[in-house]
């Protein structure tokens, strides 16, 4: 009877030390996948274009001086009516065409050094706003604008109200292929990190994607644009 209780035993034992080595062989497979699983490389793709920017913002703004104040709102609209009529002679709708209240100072309530009298009591700044979506023209006129200078309307420049804006507005259409590129230029990156490391490339760990930029090509020709992205993405590696 002993001597079955411990054949028994034996053979109990036999076999928690065959489960256990099993266990620990399938646990240690485990490990070593899960610690391959865990290396892992970061790369960032970019995608870099230029487009045709789609939409234009012209402010043409002139000054008008005068101690009348009757007669210098007489003289703005009638400058008024020959840039209108001049933008729409050149190509351009009246739809494409606004005009904002001019905006008038009165010297006579400001105070100067000396007390000199400024030789016109008001000054007046109008300004006529171009939006088009027809670039070409638009630039076009522009180059020809001098031709009202002539006329003797006195234009105003260089300040911050009075600066052409060049927009691009199609950013959803390219945003699929942009995004695209990037991620392929970034995996052909891992596939050359891992194959360098004598390592296979595995799936995606995690990705991220940068904010698009829109930016003007160069200062001479901010109507064309370069639109950037940058993809992030982080791969898995394996031997």
Do not use: D, M
């Given at each position: 009877m002993q001597k079955n209780n411990r054949t028994s035993a034996l053979v109990l034992g036999i076999f928690i030390f065959l489960g256990l080595t099993c266990l620990g062989y399938l646990l240690?497979?485990?490990?070593?996948k899960f610690k391959e699983y865990e290396r892992s490389v970061t790369v960032k793709g970019l995608s870099e274009r230029e487009y045709d920017a789609d939409i234009v913002i012209w402010p043409i703004q002139f000054t008008e001086a005068g101690n009348d104040l009757e007669d210098l709102y007489s003289a703005i609209e009638a400058n008024t009516l020959k840039i209108r009529n001049f933008l729409e002679k050149s190509g351009l709708s009246s739809e494409e065409i606004s005009v904002a209240s001019p905006a008038i100072t009165d010297k006579?309530?400001?105070?100067?050094?000396?007390?000199?009298?400024?030789?016109?009591?008001?000054?007046?700044?109008?300004?006529v706003t171009v939006y088009s979506k027809n670039i070409g023209t638009v630039r076009g006129i522009m180059s020809s604008l001098s031709d009202l200078g002539k006329e003797g309307i006195v234009f105003s420049g260089g300040n911050y109200q009075s600066q052409t804006?060049?927009?691009?507005?199609?950013?959803?259409?390219?945003?699929?292929?942009m995004v695209e590129e990037a991620t392929r230029q970034a995996r052909e990156v891992a596939q050359k990190f891992a194959a360098d490391s004598q390592s296979t490339l595995g799936k995606i760990k995690r990705a991220s994607q940068g904010q698009f930029s829109i930016s003007d090509r160069d200062k001479n020709n901010p109507h064309i644009k370069k639109i950037r992205v940058v993809s992030t993405v982080e791969y898995y590696l394996s031997d």
């Open positions: 240690g497979k485990s490990a070593i006579s309530a400001q105070q100067y050094a000396g007390n000199v009298r400024p030789e016109f009591r008001y000054s007046a700044t109008q300004t804006e060049y927009l691009f507005t199609r950013l959803n259409e390219i945003k699929p292929q």
